[in-house]
Each structure stands twice: as C-alpha cells, then as structure tokens.
C-alpha cells in the first residue's frame, strides 16, 4: 500500500506558530525530509518529537525528490518541511510534488505560516489581488527588465529580497516603476519584527542610514500613484521638469534627490532614453 507525502508548513520564526494538526502530523510519519537537518532538529527538539531526517534542499531535490515519491510508494509516510514556511512556495517541493502525482501517490498539504501573505496582511497595501514573483534576479538588468515588465499590473507585487541585495533593489524600483508605495517587512515573526512603509525612496534612504541590513525579507510594492512631483517613471519625471524649462543638469539633479538614487544613474537613463 502506498504512503502519504505531506507537505508541512513550519513558523517563520516564533513556533508558536506552528498548528496542531502539523505537530500530530510530524509524530505520525516515519521520515521527515527537510532543507537543513540541524535547523529542523531544534524545531522537533523543542515539541519532543522523535523522528529519522533526511536532507531535501536545492541542490539535491531533483535526485531526492525521486529517492522519497519510490519510498513513499512502498508505504513509507513523509513530511517535507523547509526551513520556515510552506515547502514549494520558493523553497523545494515542486519536484516531490509532480512526481509524487504522476506515481500515484498521495499529497496532502498541511497549512500554516507563509511570509508572503503574512507580509500582505499587515502591509497596508491592497489586497485584493497581488502577484508573488519569488525571488528577483541577483544581477541588476535582469532585475530591472522584470519590474518594467510588471509596470502596468495593478495587483500588488510581492518578492523575497536578500539582505545584501535589498538596497540595489529599491533603487531599481524607484528607477524603474518609480516613487511607488512600497513595504519591506523584516524578521516577521521574529523578536526584531519589523515593517518599513513609505515611498520607495524614503524606504531606501531608512535602510541606507544604516551601518547594515540583516534579516529575511519580503518586499511589496503597491500601484503607481496617479499625480504628485514623484509620479511616474524618473524618465517621465525628467522630461516634465524640462518641458515646463528647467535646465536639463538642473533636472537631473532635483529627480536624483526625489528618487533617492545617484545622478549618474538618471543621467544614464535619460542617456539611454535619447
């Protein structure tokens, strides 16, 4: 009789978090696949739970995931847990998951904590609709090619964002979509909480007097407004500056104080644009 893979989701950071149903579920199986084994092991320690721990992370998922549905199907249950979160949702799992349904056997997801709709809630941007693009390129015209490509969307976007890339990436917003509202919740769940709101460029120019930025992230991005002196695109806002006669420097260097970011990076863009 075949087993059960389940997919289990674990707290972002205060295990409180975690529900019972995910707590029975971790004692029942007989194997628990997770990204870090040590990271995984405190949790289990912490709720008294007992069980063997095999590794699935991204480096080996795609020859893991087929080693746990060939076990599974001769009736091993498995819970697959990432480090925090829901397992797939930008963490391994997909692979387990289509292999699982094309041997025929059974998935059953156990929910609980996900950043992306823990970060929306508390937000204050809108949530009827909003669009998760995962994680954003590392490499910044890759980056910015897919924030222009999501300019007309009128959901809310959410992204997870590296610390250390987090700076680079809020002046490509402001560069590309413009002065947008935008939200950078850090550590959720975590004693070091925290929710920055503003203007993309108020939420750069916070995170920039910093001496670093640590902690997990997750990045939304609310609609472009509609009037104001930092609407629109910096290249729009450069050439409403000089069609009503301010002198092209002059321009350049008023949008680079609105926006946030580097003369040399609007004068490049208005470069670029002529």
């Known amino acids: 009789m075949a087993g059960t893979i389940y997919l289990v989701a674990t707290p972002l950071g205060n295990l409180e978090d975690i529900t019972l149903r995910a707590l029975r579920i971790l004692r029942e199986v007989d194997l628990i696949a997770c990204e870090d084994t040590r990271h995984t092991g405190k949790l289990l320690k912490h709720f008294e739970i007992d069980k063997p721990l095999i590794s699935f992370h991204e480096h080996n998922e795609a020859e893991r995931a087929r080693e746990l549905v060939e076990r599974a199907a001769r009736g091993v249950s498995i819970a697959i847990v990432s480090d925090a979160g829901m397992p797939g949702i930008s963490d391994p799992g997909y692979r387990v998951v289509q292999e699982s349904i094309e041997a025929g056997v059974t998935v059953i997801p156990i ?24 994680f954003l390129p590392p490499k ?21 964002e590296a610390p250390h890339r987090i700076l680079n990436t809020l002046e490509d917003i402001v560069v590309t979509l413009g002065d947008r509202p935008t939200v950078v919740a850090r550590e959720l769940t975590k004693v070091h909480e925290e929710f920055l709101r503003g203007p993309a460029s108020q939420v750069l120019a916070t995170l920039n007097k910093r001496g670093s930025v640590k902690g997990e992230m997750t990045l939304l991005i609310g609609r472009g407004a509609s009037a104001g002196p930092a609407a629109g695109t910096i290249i729009e806002r450069l050439e409403l500056l000089i069609g009503e006669g301010t002198e092209r420097m002059e321009a350049i260097k008023q949008v680079a104080r609105e926006r946030g970011v580097p003369k040399r990076e609007v004068y490049r863009l208005l470069e670029e644009q002529r």
């Open 140 to 160: 910044a015209t890759q980056r910015r090619k897919v924030l222009e490509g999501l300019a007309d969307d009128p959901a809310t976007l959410i992204f997870y």
């Open 111 to 134: 929910p609980g904590p996900v950043a992306l709709e823990t970060a929306l809630a508390a937000s204050g941007l809108p949530t009827d609709a909003f669009r998760f693009g995962g």
